[in-house]
């Protein structure tokens, strides 16, 4: 539950790219979040948030969003998140038609080697026949593509730096407790010119308008972005921005996106934006939403008046000199 002591817009932690001071937005207690995904995700995840009574999120000037504290979900969580609703299956099928993959795809130069951070079964390499890929992503299932290293990225970056020509990072940076650090490892791979490529979950968004949503929630995304926190990113790493943009829905994400557009009640908008709390009203019109959306999918992927939401980056590590 929220207290609006705890929602006045008092500083606390600085922003986790650029240090400046950022505004807390809302807090909520672990208790409820964990009811969110017991009852909405058939997760517990009791055990991450041992000791933690509240998360807050706050908003930084750049227009991140982040939790704190930044509670990230571990390899035991994603095992049974992943097995319980098949989320891989969903992602394999609809592959070809990712548009983030296929946005990225078109920035790869002719040639280039590219790695693919956190790249689960190593999907992307299907929009590469242009190019060499290479996977990285130390829990890769025993079905992954053969390019595919079980590593982690601090240990892969510090034995090879500036071995490729693109890094690229597919609704990764969202999970990690450091972004900057994270792309910070990413710039360290590339070779001087190269490319660093990402996408992430837009804000505000879809994603952000669904009250109550776990997915949007720690363990599983402690950052929220857009074009204002990308840039700063970038400005932070020294890299020259290439490309900034939003991205439109891929088929894979349908259900959300129906959900979306069938909610009787959204999260509150700024200025006393809320996003999480007990309404019945917000739990009322879930539950409803979610069954016709379940219903629609079939007949229509994707609702015809769909808004984006990725965040996507391009951005140019400098040439030597």
């Not at 290479?134 to 053969?146: I, Q």
């Not at 995304?221 to 990113?233: D, I, K, Y």
């Not at 908008?269 to 809320?274: E, F, G, I, S």
Request: proline share 10%; glycine share 8%; charged share 20%.
């Amino acid at each position: 539950m929220m207290t609006s002591a705890e929602t006045s817009g008092a500083v606390g932690p600085t922003c986790p790219i650029t240090g400046e001071p950022a505004r807390a937005v809302q807090s909520v207690s672990t208790k409820f979040v964990r009811h969110l995904w017991r009852f909405g995700q058939g997760v517990d995840v009791a055990r991450l948030f041992k000791g933690v009574k509240r998360l807050t999120l706050y908003e930084s000037p750049s227009g991140l969003m982040f939790f704190d504290p930044p509670i990230v979900g571990d390899a035991a969580f994603y095992a049974r998140f992943y097995a319980k609703w098949d989320i891989h299956k969903g992602l394999t099928e609809e592959v070809d038609r990712r548009v983030d993959f296929r946005r990225a795809a078109r920035s790869v130069p002719e040639g280039a080697t590219v790695i693919d951070i956190g790249c689960g079964p190593g999907l992307f390499r299907r929009h590469l026949p242009h190019a060499r890929f290479v996977g990285l992503d130390p829990y890769a299932g025993p079905g992954a593509d053969e390019t595919v290293i079980r590593e982690t990225l601090e240990r892969h970056a510090e034995a090879n730096p500036a071995a490729y020509d693109v890094a690229t990072a597919f609704h990764v940076i969202e999970h990690v407790t450091d972004p900057l650090g994270h792309a910070r490892l990413m710039a360290k791979l590339l070779k001087p010119g190269g490319l660093l490529i990402l996408a992430a979950p837009l804000h505000p968004s879809p994603l952000t308008d669904i009250p109550n949503f776990p997915l949007n929630l720690p363990p599983h995304h402690v950052t929220w972005w857009n074009a204002g926190a990308f840039r700063a990113l970038a400005a932070e790493l020294g890299l020259e921005v290439v490309a900034l943009e939003t991205l439109p829905v891929s088929p894979h994400q349908g259900v959300i996106l129906w959900l979306w557009r069938l909610l009787a009640r959204r999260t509150d908008p700024p200025p006393q934006a809320r996003y999480v709390g007990h309404r019945w009203s917000w739990h009322v019109s879930l539950v409803l939403a979610y069954a016709l959306a379940r219903l629609a999918v079939p007949f229509r992927p994707v609702p015809s008046d769909a808004p984006d939401v990725d965040a996507f980056l391009v951005a140019r590590k400098p040439a030597a000199a």
